[in-house]
């Protein structure tokens, strides 16, 4: 039929509490977004060198990795 819809067969939404984990993934997660804000401090020179890349550009890269990581294990830690 069209226009009619079974919404009582419908499975309800799943929605997950809000743990301690979460809290303390989250925070890891704000602590590393907030750690870029202040690369300029200590990154700051061409000089030195790491994996060929100045010391900035490696930090950045290698903060970016970082949150990928802990974003994909937040997922995977959340999905059970």
Known sequence: MLGKSNLAAEKPVRRNKPTTSNFVFAS???????CQTFYWLFANHVNPMVFGFPISMFYVMALVVLEFVVLVFLYKFDQG
Do not use: R
Request: neutral net charge; aromatic residues 28%.
């Open 28 to 34: 890891i997660f704000a602590a590393i977004i907030f």
